[in-house]
T-cell receptor
Framework: NAGVMQNPRHLVRRRGQEARLRCSPMKGHSHVYWYRQLPEEGLKFMVYLQKENIIDESGMPKERFSAEFPKEGPSILRIQQVVRGDSAAYFC???????????FGPGTRLLVL | DQQVKQNSPSLSVQEGRISILNCDYTNSMFDYFLWYKKYPAEGPTFLISISSIKDKNEDGRFTVFLNKSAKHLSLHIVPSQPGDSAVYFCADSYSGAGSYQLTFGKGTKLSVIP
């Protein structure tokens, strides 16, 4: 039973570049959540998706950030024109159904130089 | 305005003794609380949860207590083991936004001393 998979585990970008973070949920899970953890902080909710649909993006910054969960393939969190303040750990979680326990991936650590 | 607060950033406990981690919350509309454990460079691992209609839930060495009048919950680990050394996050889950998104505290770093 593979858990939630995220890649890359580490990503280095220069200011102004694009960052693409991928998340493959656990088998049988169709609900995906993205969270961000800044240094010395707890995880903060960003977006909740089901297959092909964004359900709740209330935690997403209004500009430069987007997310998708296509019918085939992993969920993608995309950050355009990265800035140093985007440096953080980005975690994906999946659950089998709405309101059920969320299981987290190992995270992608983004460093913006 | 932080909805979930973990006021102790760190806690040290002797192996074999009880570890008590605390969490306070402000949102009375939550559906349930969860505790996650996190090792460095890994994602959070689910430990135990408690629904709003209960005041206690137990799973092996882990017990969570919920005091709704005080808006307080705690995680008890008995007996504590060195492998329990990690950062512990409490989180609440609220369905009001339709997503059951989790709101996390800042975490408490537990060190179990052999």
């Amino acid at each position: 039973n593979a858990g939630v998979m995220q890649n890359p585990r580490h990503l280095v970008r220069r200011r102004g570049q694009e960052a693409r973070l991928r998340c493959s949920p656990m088998k049988g899970h169709s609900h995906v959540y993205w969270y961000r953890q800044l240094p010395e902080e707890g995880l903060k909710f960003m977006v909740y998706l089901q297959k092909e649909n964004i359900i709740d993006e209330s935690g997403m910054p209004k500009e430069r950030f987007s997310a998708e969960f296509p019918k085939e393939g992993p969920s993608i969190l995309r950050i355009q024109q990265v800035v140093r303040g985007d440096s953080a750990a980005y975690f994906c979680a999946s659950s089998p159904g709405l309101g059920e326990t969320q299981y987290f991936g190992p995270g992608t650590r983004l460093l913006v130089l | 305005d932080q909805q979930v607060k973990q006021n102790s950033p760190s806690l040290s406990v002797q192996e074999g003794r009880i570890s008590i981690l605390n969490c306070d919350y402000t949102n009375s509309m939550f559906d349930y609380f969860l505790w996650y454990k996190k090792y460095p460079a890994e994602g959070p691992t689910f430990l135990i949860s408690i629904s709003s209609i209960k005041d206690k839930n137990e799973d092996g060495r882990f017990t969570v207590f919920l005091n709704k009048s005080a808006k307080h919950l705690s995680l008890h680990i008995v007996p504590s083991q060195p492998g329990d050394s990690a950062v512990y996050f409490c989180a609440d889950s609220y369905s009001g936004a339709g997503s059951y998104q989790l709101t996390f505290g800042k975490g408490t770093k537990l060190s179990v001393i052999p």
